[in-house]
Each structure stands twice: as structure tokens, then as C-alpha cells.
């Protein structure tokens, strides 16, 4: 008698790791050493930083609702779950990073350390959009999905994950054109992706009992 | 048969964040390179990134409090309540970004650089304050509270929030005045606000069952 | 009809500052900028930190099984309640700034420095200790424990607590004498708490079965 | 009437560690102080950090997996197990130091340099292989594991941990000859353990349902 992962657990781990994640952005946002007698303007001049610090929590906000969206239909879970769900995480928590680099690009970075910038924040985008499909289509290769799951929503999902992965793809030269026009394009993916994750519907109404039971218990 | 978000883990996902922009607080108290020889006296000398230690510890735990609180009332969720939490919970993790402004004003900046960051910190609250107000009036109005509930809680809420943002805006020009009057009134509208959130009633005594059940479980 | 605050949320959020203050304490553990050509004799240099960790790690994980035992003997929670635990989430996610100043005052620190040192360390552990007893004892006296619990049990966790105090106090003088022997005396505290906090037992036997359902529910 | 401590909460706190242990990799990731005008070639020379940051992320993902995997087979827990679960927690927590030192000594160390980052990081690894030791093989002594476990899977389990902790101990002297076969042996270590915890089965088909519903429960 075995018994599966529980996706209880990794789903709260998840959470734990993105909700760092988010609250690790503020301390990317420095003022130089000495502000005596100027604070006022050296905080003006942080712009940039409370752009980006705004850009990457909504971003991240939203990939934790797609993460929540995607574990809602997910009804087991294995080793090779767990290890591309560590995948997706690795490239989530890194954000960080990134933001910080484009807050620095933006305050004082030449146009070339601003396409750098951009260039690497929308790689690491499109790697966490890559991480979402290795999870999603593992998840529905092995059969851990949801008994009684309507192909529907199955094809939903699927197509919702790959427009979006090549949007992000789209977006990445707009990083040899124009920072505000990246940024604004990222944001509004997010906002796009918020309705990304379809809800569980099941071919019989009400669906199996038996197998909502599992996802529904954290 | 479509499922709603649940409450529970919007609600896990928040505390994970305010604890940890509570506990990211210590990392910016921080010693002067060199300090050997006079520790204590160094020590003694951020007192004011210990004042503002406290003032924000104090303020993002009761900030805590009224999340719980709030979601208390609230039964069902969904992606435009997710959005405005999220744009909520930016602004109370960024708090550790002004505390660290203000404990650096408090010991080595002019007048000028003390307004600054007293006028940093408050805005930063008011918009704390703007964001619970999103949360709440958005899930009332899209009749997403708790089935059932009293009315007088509702106006209850409604008029709690309504003073606390009214009180944090007159604080503001505080700034111009005093940053000890500035954060004793700040550390004041915290402590009213740990009383601030109503307990859920309601019309019918003991309420419906059914409408309880998706708040109380975690 | 009123709920009371759950005792299960309050834990749920002190547990992950406790997680995360505990965390924090390797962010503090720093090489010197350059350590080319030197890097095994630079790590070995960091001993006092090393040490600082191990301690600091030691003493915030029993402090977490000690919050853990008192909150089992807990049922109810009120808005004191929660402000006298977010005092003593205060003084334990505080805890990385001193053990950061500890391992500084070892490393290269003057004699006067390590007292420095010690004195805060003590200090700030004496703070916790008030934060346990403030927490204990107005939820004693609010009448927020478990019903019918064994008498016993009241007055063998005020022993301990009070015990803990007067050894805590009884350690400071240490910081005069010898770091070695604080810290070991810091550590032997720690492990003497791991036994402090007695399982909950009721008067009768089982206990009441209402009284113990909220305090078992997470 | 006594409770034990509930493995629930023990696994709880112990996911916040490793996830904020895990979420924390990503801070040890930084520019140099000037970047302007060549910020793409700073980033390119940042390489063995994200190497560093990969391995790690690895590391700890899969450690929490045996973490978990670990605690599915306990059942009940006394101030013992805590207090080698905090010695583990310790070991884990660790991690962001060392790889902070080995992307250092990659980037800019000689090669005695990397010997010694090399040796630090698989002396903790080490160290966190006897933590997952004396955690299973006290809770095994103690009775604490589930009740009618099947033998064969305490045996597995045995085995499991100890062919791990030799070949980390294998995988030392490696470091005295090339990091990147050191890193590649511990990125195949991890994912070797990543099959490392057996399954809880039982002795009786099914298993008691008494003793299997303390683990079952988070």
C-alpha cells in the first residue's frame, strides 16, 4: 500500500518560497551612503527602483496565483513533479536579481546596460513560462491530474500556457527598442495571465467525489 | 461546476509575506564598518534604528491583525480580489524600505532630510491604508462577504477604515513639525487599529452553517 | 454570536517569523571583500561566526518549541493577546542583530567591545524571557487557557518561566567575565528550555472534549 | 493525559526554514559596485554565481523532499527529535553561506581558493547527511516511527541514508582535484536522493488506521 506526495505539502512550500521571493524585492532598493542634506532628492532619484520593485510584486503575485491556479488541478504528485516544481521555483525566486539589475540599468545605466537589463529580465521570464509547461504537461503526461477532468479545461490551460510563453518570447526585442515599452508589455502580460488558469470543471457534474477530494485539502 | 478561490490560502500566502517583511526589518539595522574599541558606544548610537525597529514591528503586526480580520468577513475570492491583495501587500512590504529611511534621518540628517522621511513613511502608510480600503469595498461589492452577514458590521468596517485613513492623512503634515510627535501618532492609530476590525455577526443568530464554513477553514 | 480570534493563525504567523528570523542569521556571516589567494585562512577567521550561529540557531529553535508548548495550553485569543505576542515576535526576530555583533566583538573586537556584546545579547535574550511571561500570564489571567486544565500544569509553566527568567538575569554579570562562558551558559539555557514547557493535562481525565478542539486544530 | 508534540507544526516550521534557506541563494548574487557602460559583461562573469545558485537551489529542493519524505514515516515526536531536527535545520540553513564562497572562489579565487570553498561546501553537505542520520535513527530508537511499519522499509531507509552520507564523503577528495566534477557529483547526489525516501507501507495490508492518521495530518 503506497501512498503518493501529498500536493498539500508541496503547495505550501510553493507558497512559502514565492511569498520570500516577493518580500526579498524591497531590499534590492538602496540609497547611496551618503544622502545628508539631500535625502529628498537621492530618494526622487530612486524612481526606478519603486518602478521595478512594483513591476516584479506584481509579477510575482501573479505567478503565485497561476502556481495556486495550476496545483488546483493537479491531484497527485511525484518525484519528477517535485523536481520540476523545483525548476519553476528556481526561476521565480531568482527575480530578484533581475530587478534589481534593471533598477541600476535604468538609473544610471547606458542604453546598452539597459537592453542587458531588459534582455536578461525577459530571459528569466520566458525560463519561469518554460518552467510552467515542464510542470503543467509532466503533471498531465503522467496521469496526476484530477479524475474526471474536463478535456476542456485540459486544452484551456494548455493553449492559455502557450500563448503566453510566446508572448513573453515576443516581448524580449522589444529590449533593443524601448525599457518603458518592456516593462509596460510585462505588467500587462501579468494582468494577463491572472485569468490564465482555468477552474476545475469535470465531465460528469460534480465530479467524481473521490478525486476532488485530494486537491481540495491543504 | 466551477470552484471559487478559496479564502485559506490567500490568507496563507499573506501571512507568509507580512511575516516575512516584519522579520526583514533587523537586516537594516546595521554597525558602522569599523567599530573597534568603542562598541558600546556605536551600539548606543542607533537608538533611532532601533526606535524605528519597534514602530514598524508594532505596525506591520497589527497590519497583520486587520488582514486576518478583514478576511474573516470575506467567503469567497477571485482574480480581482487576488489583484488588489497583491497591490496591498506591496505596499506593507515595502515598509521595511522607509523605516530604514527614517532610522537614517533620525541619525545623521538635517531637518530637511527628517521631513523627507516622514513624509516617505506616511505616504507609504496612507497607501497601506488605501489598500485595505480596495480589498474591502471590492469584495463587498462584488458580494463576495460571508452570507448572512450583519449589515452593522458592514458599516462598522466601512466606517473603521474610513477614520484610519482620514487619521492617517492628518498626520501627515506632522512631518513638517516633529518625528517624535510623527511616530508616537503613527504607533498610536497602530494600537486603534488592533480594535479596528468587527468580529463577524450575524442577521440570523449562530448564522447560516453553510456560509461559515468556507471562512473558518484554513 | 462572536468568534474568537483562532489561536491557529497567530501560531501559523509566529512560526514563520521564528522560520525566517531564524534564516536570517547566515546573511550576517561575511567575508571580507577580498580573500584572494587566502580564502581557507579568511573562512577559518570566521570561527566566531560560525559560533555566533550555531548558538543564535540553538537558542531561536527552542524558542520556537517553547511558543509552540505555550500555545498549546492556549484556546482563545483576544487583541491583547496578539500585541503582547507581537512584543515577543519583536524581541526574537531581533535576535540576528545581536548575534551579528557578537561574532563581530569575538572576531576583532576589544575587551570592552566583547562586553559591549555580551551586555546586548543578554539583554535582548532578558527581553524575550518578559515577552514569554507577558504573553503567559495575561493569557492566565484573561482566562484564554484550556478549559479545565490540570492546575498543575499553571503553576509548573510560571515556575519554569520564572526560573528562566532569574537564570537569564543571573547570566549578564557573565558578560564582565568571559564570552566562552556566557555563551555556554546561553546554550545551556536553551537546552535546560527545551524541557520547559509542560504537555497539556486536565483535570479530568480526557479533559473536556470542546475544550481541546481549538487548541488541536492547526 | 499527555500529548505528544504534533509532527504537523515540527514540519510546518521546518518547510518555512528550507523554503527561506532556499529563497535567501538568491541574494548572495551581486555586482560589482560600477557597472556602467559594460553592465552585459558583468553579467556574463557573474556565470559560476548562477552555477552556484542552480546547484544550491537543487540541493535544498530535494533536501526538502527528504525532509518530507522523512517525516511521512514519524509519527509522534518528543523534545529530542526536535532538537536534532534543529541541528539539521542548522546544517540546511547553512547552504547560502558556502555557495555565496564557492561562486566567489570560481570568480576570482586561485586554485587553492577552490579547494577550499570546495571542501567547506561538501563539509556542510556532510554535516547535513548526519543531521538526516541522527534524526531518522532517533526517532527509529525511540519508537516514534509509524505504528506497524513495514520492516522492510526502516531497512531501505537505513541504507538509503547511508550509502548517501558515503559517497558525500566520496565526493570530498574530489575537491582537491576539479570543481566542476565536485559540483556535477553533488548536482547527481541530490538527484539521486531525489528516489532516496521510501514510500510508509505496512505490515498489515492498509495498515492500522489508527497509526496512520498522525502523519497523515498537516
Do not use: C
Not at 27 to 35: K, S
Not at 119 to 134: C, E, K, T
Not at 181 to 198: Q, Y
Amino acid at each position: 500500500v503506497e501512498q503518493d506526495w501529498e500536493t498539500g505539502r508541496i503547495e505550501a512550500f510553493s507558497d512559502g518560497v514565492l511569498a520570500i521571493a516577493i518580500t526579498l524585492l524591497v531590499l534590492e532598493i538602496r540609497l547611496p551612503d551618503d544622502t545628508r542634506g539631500h535625502l529628498a532628492h537621492d530618494l526622487r532619484a530612486l524612481a526606478p527602483s519603486y518602478a521595478a520593485y512594483a513591476l516584479s510584486f506584481l509579477v510575482i503575485g501573479i505567478m503565485w496565483a497561476n502556481h495556486h491556479g495550476l496545483f488546483r488541478l493537479i491531484a497527485r504528485a511525484d518525484e519528477g513533479l517535485l523536481f520540476f516544481n523545483v525548476v519553476l521555483l528556481a526561476g521565480i525566486s531568482f527575480l530578484p536579481f533581475p530587478t534589481a539589475v534593471l533598477a541600476r540599468a535604468l538609473k544610471d545605466g547606458t542604453a546598452d546596460d539597459r537592453t542587458a537589463a531588459l534582455l536578461l529580465y525577459g530571459g528569466v521570464s520566458v525560463f519561469v513560462a518554460i518552467g510552467y509547461q515542464l510542470v503543467w504537461h509532466y503533471a498531465r503526461l503522467r496521469g496526476l491530474l484530477l479524475d474526471g477532468l474536463d478535456p476542456a479545461v485540459i486544452r484551456e490551460l494548455t493553449r492559455g500556457f502557450s500563448i503566453g510563453i510566446l508572448l513573453y518570447l515576443a516581448a524580449i526585442p522589444l529590449a533593443f527598442v524601448s525599457a518603458a515599452a518592456s516593462m509596460a508589455v510585462w505588467a500587462g502580460l501579468a494582468l494577463f495571465f491572472l485569468r490564465g488558469t482555468p477552474k476545475p470543471r469535470f465531465t460528469e457534474p460534480g465530479g467524481p467525489p473521490s478525486s476532488r477530494t485530494p486537491a481540495g485539502g491543504v
